[in-house]
């Protein structure tokens, strides 16, 4: 579960990073960089969970990152209202992650106050795409 989590949290950085730099509204690319340091916490704290329960901690995305990147790539040709809401849709994946992993059997009570903290981001993320890319 926690690695599968930090890959999913490498995975949204690169969309970020990559919306950021897409983005022709400055002040969006303001907000959505505050988003991305969510995910960056997130990943250090998950990077000690790995460390506790002894497991590897993934230093990059995997595979999917080529999807949520690519996303953004295809959507930056419609403009900034496309770009976000691609980036709805890439929440859309970490609420889903997140929701399981607040509900998960074996997760100990510190782990899930995290991924609730974690759940909680995210919806504000998908939120703010969601609602910002209509105003557009």
Aim: glycine fraction near 2%; charge should be negative; aromatic fraction near 6%.
């Amino acid at each position: 579960l926690v690695t599968n989590l930090i890959y999913l949290e490498h995975d949204a950085i690169a969309a970020y990073e990559s919306v950021i730099e897409r983005l022709d509204d400055k002040q969006l690319s303001a907000q959505v960089a505050t988003f991305r340091d969510d995910h960056l916490q997130h990943i250090q704290v998950l990077n000690d969970m790995a460390r506790e329960i002894g497991t590897d901690a993934p230093t990059e995305g995997d595979m999917k990152q080529m999807l949520t990147t690519g996303k953004i790539a295809l959507a930056d040709l419609f403009g900034d209202s496309a770009i976000l809401k691609a980036m709805k849709t890439n929440e859309d994946d970490t609420v889903t992650a997140y929701e399981r992993a607040s509900r998960h059997e074996d997760a100990i009570p510190q782990s899930k106050a995290f991924f609730l903290k974690a759940l909680h981001d995210e919806q504000r993320h998908r939120e703010w795409f969601e609602t910002t890319a209509k105003a557009l």
